[in-house]
């Protein structure tokens, strides 16, 4: 679904952010980039998409190339590519219907969008998607009276709406309590199997991502150097990625969570199933 080759990165001022990476992401898996802040992970999303350009490298997602491509033809692949962001990116002003329709801007036309004319079908899968992300009666609410976990949702709701069949989260939990954080990733995990999406989530919180994901990259200085299921992740591993610190003492869920856990793992199971 999304294959990439050769991937790097270098900016500006001569700092490689990603050096020469290899990843594939099958259609309908769930995939957790993890990684020390500046090891690339933000970068190698906004590749995928070109928000940043990359310096080399191929991308192709569902078979057609991203990288090369036009203005034109980036705009019609970005419709394919849902990005859902860590501070939300919401018009606080509007409310969160119009935000969600926001994502089907590039469908309509210039007028319609700026009069915000959408067709009866995206709005009703508008109210559809707002129902499925438990803000069901808050679509006339605007974006400034939600809370955080609240905006994520929308976030979400946009990304969907859009049809996508990638998803690029980029932290979508670090600005959320640990209870709304595992709401949020647990809706990913759900609307990823329903939908048979492949996304990859980029995120700080280890523990999260061992919870709810069949299949964990981690990157350093640009490089992939661990890729695979969550209970392969060692205490060696960790300090491979990240350096030299007491991973033992990285708490697992706690006796409450354990029902949560599981049903989050069975989730990522089934994904994992249908990918093959």
């Known amino acids: 679904m999304l294959r990439i080759r050769g991937l790097s990165k270098t900016y500006r001022g001569g700092d490689r952010a990603l050096d020469g990476v290899d990843l594939d992401v099958p259609r309908g898996q769930l995939m957790a980039l993890i990684g020390p802040s500046g090891a690339g992970k933000s970068t190698l999303i906004r590749c995928v998409n070109r928000l940043v350009e990359p310096s080399a490298g191929e991308i192709v997602v569902d078979g057609a190339p991203v990288t090369g491509l036009s203005s034109g033809g980036l705009r019609a692949a970005r419709r394919r590519m849902g990005m859902i962001f860590q501070e939300y990116a919401l018009v606080e002003r509007l409310t969160v219907m119009e935000n969600v329709l926001s994502g089907r801007l590039g469908y309509v036309g210039f007028w319609a969008s700026w009069l915000r004319r959408f067709p009866q079908a995206d709005v009703d899968e508008a109210f559809r998607l707002i129902e499925r992300a438990g803000l069901g009666g808050m679509q006339d609410k605007r974006a400034d009276e939600l809370s955080g976990g609240q905006r994520q949702r929308v976030g979400i709701c946009r990304a969907l709406i859009q049809d996508p069949a990638l998803l690029l989260v980029d932290e979508p939990t670090a600005s959320l309590d640990p209870k709304t954080s595992r709401q949020i990733m647990r809706l990913l995990v759900e609307l990823c199997e329903e939908r048979q999406l492949a996304a990859i ?76």
């Open 201 to 276: 989530v980029n995120i700080h919180d280890v523990v999260l991502a061992q919870m709810f994901v069949q299949r964990i990259v981690g990157l350093r200085a640009g490089r992939i150097v661990f890729d695979g299921p969550p209970d392969a992740l060692t205490t060696e591993t960790l300090t491979e990625i990240y350096g030299e610190e007491d991973w033992a003492a990285s708490s697992a869920p706690e006796d409450d969570d354990e029902d949560d856990a599981a049903a989050a793992r069975a989730a990522a199971l089934r994904l994992a199933e249908t990918a093959r």
